[in-house]
């Protein structure tokens, strides 16, 4: 039992260890890309359009505050001084810190890209495990063939179509932002006008991403129910609802599970084409505004957090792999 406890150990050391490189790669990438640009290093980081408008004294204190006039390892340690501090570059368009545009955006995109992703794991779970429990019924072919036409759509056409349905013809939901502007509300006024705003861009990625939880887990669930363990429940005359889901559905969930880590980087780039249909103030339709007007500083700032949060998702599933299947922790 002992070697046991430290193989989990060492697993587990190898699993942050791999993350911290990952991450260690994601910033040292951040910071080169721009600097090995040809032309001033300052040029290559904010562009000409934000060089024109800049005053020469912004100018100095940039040049200043990233060590561009000193070596690239003096720079890398000024970069890696100013992560840690909460310094990513000073937006010229909005004229303040990328650190305070991407904090103004950011509480936004979590709450979309959070329920998105939780409804949608949810739903599409409990429709594979139904579907799979089912298999070749006319419930298993109804869900299969509409869940499975529905993944043909990319979510910007969901999107479209939802605002085009119940915003624009049936004038039910609103059809842009997250709040109604000048409206003054408070309270529990104002968490369902945030409701009302939230609806069709979370139905819109929500429906744009089930399907790939559901055929997982269909999948799953069909090859789960020919295992042994299945018969031997079956034949302590358990109920069919704790064989559904205590048996065969917690043992196929942990290929949904491994999936997430990788769904996350979907649903934050679909995320982004939501936001922008439906003006969504989170970090993709700053994203899309940092694109137009050449603010480069942001959009490294938000590629540079998008890239994190991704990276921590996938850390936080491998920690969870345990909880859901425990043979996972005597794998090694």
Do not use: C
Request: net charge positive.
């Amino acid at each position: 039992m002992q070697r046991l406890g430290s193989g989990r150990r060492v697993l587990g050391t190898k699993n942050v260890t791999i993350y911290i490189v990952a991450l260690i790669i994601i910033i040292a990438l951040n910071f080169l890309l721009p600097r090995l640009m040809p032309g001033d290093p300052l040029m290559a980081i904010y562009g000409d359009e934000a060089l024109v408008q800049m005053s020469p004294q912004l100018e100095a204190e940039l040049v200043q505050r990233f060590s561009l006039d000193q070596s690239l390892w003096h720079q890398f340690g000024a970069y890696i001084g100013g992560l840690f501090t909460g310094d990513l570059g000073h937006s010229y368009y909005y004229n303040a810190p990328v650190f305070d545009v991407i904090l103004g955006r950011l509480p936004w995109t979590l709450l979309l890209v959070g329920l998105s992703m939780v409804l949608s794991t949810l739903i599409g779970i409990v429709l594979g495990i139904e579907s799979g429990w089912r298999r070749g019924s006319r419930t298993d072919r109804a869900l299969l063939g509409g869940l499975m036409s529905l993944n043909g759509f990319p979510d910007f056409f969901i999107g479209m179509v939802l605002l085009l349905v119940f915003g624009v013809t049936l004038g039910l939901l609103p059809l842009s932002g997250a709040v109604t502007p000048y409206s003054g509300l408070s309270g529990g006024a104002l968490v369902l006008d945030v409701l009302k705003h939230l609806i069709l861009p979370l139905a819109a990625l929500t429906l744009a991403h089930v399907a790939a939880a559901y055929l997982l887990t269909r999948n799953t669930m069909i090859t789960v129910l020919k295992e042994p363990f299945m018969l031997t429940a079956k034949a302590k005359g358990l109920f069919p609802r704790v064989l559904k889901y205590r048996h065969a559905g917690r043992n196929s969930m942990l290929p949904v599970l491994t999936m997430t880590g990788i769904w996350v980087g979907t649903l934050i780039t679909g995320t982004i084409f939501i936001e922008i249909i439906f003006s969504y103030p989170g970090l993709g339709y700053l994203m899309y505004e940092a694109l137009l007007f050449r603010d480069y500083a942001v959009i490294q700032g938000v590629l540079l957090l998008v890239a994190t949060i991704v990276l921590a998702v996938n850390f936080l599933v491998d920690l969870s792999y345990t909880k859901v299947d425990p043979r996972v922790r005597y794998a090694h």
